[in-house]
């Protein structure tokens, strides 16, 4: 594209009489007398009006004038150089412009000489204008000096962040304006607009004179609609429809429902990958002789969309032939290691197949010493038979050790933080498994970017490697304050300071509060990852809970129970017993106390059964809970934050009772599973865990120590919503049970067993929905709580006297006060039956805060539980 530039004078245009090059002129014919545009003017002082140009024929008159009082010396009578005089310099030093010339006092000089040294001063692009006059021999050199910027501005960029675009230009204020800079800035800004899909976009550079020859440059912007891809057409293809094929390419055609994706907006690079995608797919379908002739893009004539047109010449399909391995390394013998190779005589030819091949050889070279495994294929293609014959050939190499171990990026983290994670120390013999394994511990650290990269360079001689690893440190303190709402706590209000990598030697160290509508908390830990440089871990937590139960009443209100405070700490340790296996153990105390409002609930002083239940009445008191425990676990994930493949199986158990307190057995099981799905960014996680608490030396499980099931572990079923509990029904007017659960009390008592297992598949949405933080998935949830030994109703043995058991409850409860309506207790959910939901969730880590979204349908359930459909999370930071 031309660039077109429109200039304000701030005064009338001055032109230079004297003879000037043809190309000078062609250079200066623009729009001068343009005035800004409206937007700039509104900032800018008015320009005046450009005086009006001369007509055509007054202007060949002076051309000729000049040119001929600016004649110099012909061939036959050649000059000879007596003066040059330099004059309209402004910042330049006259001896500057003479320096451009070229000629000096006693040259000889004829025009060719004069239109040299013309070019030379354009070339320099100093002047905006230039002429030389010959007076015999005394040489005038006029010059106007190129105006100097004063600032750069940008309008019309609103799709497009100005940051950006500032990025693109080269000029800047207080440099030399030159129209050739210019032209080369209008056409990165429009090539920066094309890689974002807007080819109607427009730039129009413009120039306002200000005093002393300085100039505003604007840069006018126009960004036009995003170009997308109307139609993708294929032509040559017999072996698959053009549906299929359009499915393995990157750009899709625009459609309404497509607006959480970018592919389908226009991208020359992303039809270069296209191709690329394509023959890989007909590569994997055997037919070896794929190509794709031409793609052609073609504007739409509204010049907003594109349609693209692939022509492809698909070839034969090819069968595998003989499939040999042939190894010049002594540890690999082709008998022993042929098993590796998939690929059979008479399968369909598969370049992934041999791709994937030469990675396993390549990888187990690497097991055995070998890092730098020359594994090629050779082929010998048949094209009578039409079948492909291949041979994977091991060169020769020497078994490698490690010479030498490279961090670079850290400038926080010391070196033994990151060495200690290291399965590999200098001498070691290369293991490409280890190497792998160094990676992934490094990631789980949390301390550094995903983009960290482990290379593998040659030594100082052939049998030595050395590991370089490049890290990029990511911001490890966190400084939160939020508030938010959930469906579960209400309001929430939290703050908190940690620090994950404290002093850079991987310690952390942290503090927070939580204040919600339920439940109050203080903690304070810290944690020393490798205690006296051992693989050993300890770390110390005090805490202050306050927890406030609820129980649902009528109208699906809540109606706060007992209160729960606990005030204790703990003292833990961890090592590593293999490389996956690890241990921990620890011991706490904590003082409980479990009370209930006695403006409610109590009468005369005394707990009322009739209001609170007696089977919470039976749980007020203070209580030390002294425990001592241990962990099992095994991890393989290969991303703590958000793994994709791998597994996490974690077994535990906690006595309590020892030496003081009371006595419980709390058992616990818990497993996870992720592996990617159809390799496109897909992941399942299966995940399943249990639990068993029981008493002994005559003790039971109180309601504290218990385990409670529903959101957020168990989707689709309101919070404490599965397992045993105690519905309190009031008698309607007709003396029988309410059974609108929604006029019940309901109390959640726990259970001492539960289970609870799930499937999900995480949905990748491509870039746009990862830069949106957007993480959807659907999930199937199964599980189920139980094992309570039947609790002592209100009425059971209560004012009315012994009332017999009927289907499940008790005969009507009449509260002394002769006021309250009567009331049936049930106690329900007391099963191991499975209930199973399903369901769709969005995690979105949004700018004000992690949101969860569950959309959850409770398809089995047993009488008693409650099931909810929609359940959010939400927090906004401030």
């Not at 939020?482 to 002093?503: K, L, M, P, T």
């Not at 509990?725 to 007017?733: A, D, E, F, K, S």
Request: aromatic content about 10%; proline content about 5%.
């Amino acid at each position: 594209m031309e660039a077109n530039f429109a200039m304000a004078s701030t005064g009338t245009d001055r032109r230079v009489a004297g003879w000037r090059h043809p190309a000078a002129l062609l250079l200066l014919t623009t729009a001068l007398g343009a005035l800004a545009t409206p937007a700039a003017a509104q900032r800018r002082p008015r320009p005046a009006q450009e005086p009006p140009r001369p007509s055509a024929e007054a202007e060949a008159r002076a051309s000729e004038s000049r040119n001929q009082s600016a004649l110099p010396a012909t061939a036959a009578n050649a000059g000879i150089v007596r003066s040059v005089v330099v004059r309209g310099t402004e910042r330049l030093e006259p001896e500057t412009v003479r320096s451009y010339l070229n000629l000096a006092i006693g040259d000889r000089y004829d025009r060719d000489a004069l239109d040299t040294a013309l070019k030379s001063l354009y070339a320099s692009e100093l002047f905006a204008d230039a002429t030389i006059r010959d007076d015999n021999g005394a040489l005038i050199v006029e010059v106007k000096e190129n105006p100097v910027i004063n600032r750069i501005i940008i309008e019309g960029a609103k799709r497009v962040k100005e940051e950006k675009i500032r990025e693109e230009i080269r000029l800047a204020p207080r440099q030399i304006f030159t129209r050739s800079k210019t032209r080369a800035d209008l056409g990165r800004i429009l090539e920066l607009y094309r890689r974002g899909g807007r080819f109607a976009a427009s730039v129009e550079p413009k120039i306002v004179q200000l005093e002393q020859n300085r100039v505003d440059v604007v840069f006018e912007i126009s960004e036009g609609p995003k170009s997308k891809i109307r139609q993708i057409n294929i032509l040559g293809n017999t072996k698959f429809k053009e549906g299929e094929i359009r499915k393995q390419m990157a750009s899709k055609q625009a459609r309404g429902w497509r607006f959480f994706t970018s592919n389908d907006t226009y991208d020359p690079d992303r039809l270069a990958y296209d191709q690329q995608k394509l023959r890989q797919f007909y590569l994997t379908q055997g037919y070896a002789d794929f190509r794709v002739a031409s793609v052609v893009a073609e504007l739409t004539p509204d010049k907003q969309d594109f349609i693209v047109t692939y022509v492809v010449e698909e070839g034969d399909r090819y069968k595998f032939g003989k499939v040999e391995l042939e190894s010049q390394l002594r540890d690999i013998k082709p008998k022993e290691f042929k098993p590796i190779i998939r690929m059979k005589e008479g399968d369909w030819y598969d370049a992934q197949a041999i791709e994937n091949t030469v990675e396993a050889l390549s990888e187990t070279a690497g097991l055995l010493g070998y890092a730098f495994a020359d594994v090629r294929p050779q082929f010998d293609r048949n094209k009578e038979d039409l079948k492909m014959n291949v041979t994977f050939q091991i060169g020769e190499v020497p078994r490698v050790y490690v010479e030498k171990v490279a961090i670079n990026g850290n400038t926080i983290t010391h070196d033994n933080v990151i060495r200690r994670e290291f399965r590999l120390a200098e001498g070691d013999a290369f293991n490409s498994i280890k190497v792998k394994r160094t990676k992934d511990r490094l990631l789980g650290l949390g301390f550094f970017q995903d983009k960290l990269d482990i290379e593998q360079k040659p030594g100082t001689t052939p049998d030595r490697i050395v590991l370089e690893t490049n890290i990029q440190e990511r911001p490890t303190g966190e400084l939160q304050l939020s508030a938010g709402f959930s469906s579960i706590e209400r309001f929430i209000f939290s703050a908190s300071v940690r620090q994950r990598n404290f002093r850079g030697r991987g310690q952390e160290l942290r503090l927070s509060g939580n204040i919600s509508s339920f439940a109050r908390s203080v903690e304070a830990g810290f944690t020393e990852p490798y205690l006296g440089g051992r693989n050993l871990a300890l770390g110390v937590d005090i805490f202050r809970r306050d927890f406030r139960s609820f129980r649902f009443t009528g109208n699906n209100t809540r109606d706060t129970t007992y209160t729960q405070v606990s005030t204790g700490f703990q003292i833990r340790t961890g090592f590593s017993i293999t490389e996956y296996w690890a241990a921990s153990l620890r011991y706490g105390l904590s003082r409980e106390q479990i009370g209930l409002d006695e403006e409610v609930f109590f009468t005369n002083g005394v707990c009322d059964p009739l209001r609170a239940g007696r089977f919470l009445c039976e749980q007020l008191g203070n209580r030390t809970v002294s425990t001592i425990g241990y962990s099992l676990i095994y991890n393989s994930l290969n991303n703590i934050r958000l793994p994709s493949a791998g597994q996490r199986l974690t077994f535990s158990q906690d006595l309590s009772g020892l030496p003081i307190g009371i006595k419980f057995l709390t058992t616990r099981a818990n497993y996870d599973y992720f592996m990617p799905l159809f390799g496109s960014g897909f992941v399942l996680n299966l995940g399943a865990e249990g639990g068993y608490a029981t008493g002994y030396g005559g003790q039971d499980v109180i309601l504290t120590n218990r385990f409670f099931l529903g959101q957020p572990q168990f989707r689709g079923f309101n919070i404490r919503g599965v397992g045993p509990r105690v519905l309190r029904r009031p008698l309607g007017l007709d003396g029988l049970p309410v059974q609108d659960r929604r006029q019940a009390l309901d109390d959640a008592l726990g259970g001492r067993a539960y289970y609870l297992a799930r499937a999900e598949v995480r949905i990748p949405l491509g870039s746009a929905g990862s830069e949106l933080g957007l993480r959807p998935s659907v999930f199937v949830d199964v599980g189920a709580l139980w094992s309570l030994k039947t609790p002592t109703l209100t009425c059971q043995d209560g004012p009315n006297g012994p009332a017999p058991q009927v289907a499940g409850q008790v005969a009507p409860c009449l509260p002394t006060d002769g006021i309250s309506s009567g009331f049936v207790e049930e106690f329900l959910g007391n099963t191991p039956k499975p209930r199973v939901s399903v369901g769709i969730g969005v995690n979105w880590n949004s700018p004000f805060g992690p949101f969860r979204f569950d959309l959850a349908k409770a398809l089995v359930k047993q009488p008693g539980d409650d099931p909810q459909l929609f359940q959010f999370n939400v927090g906004t930071a401030f």
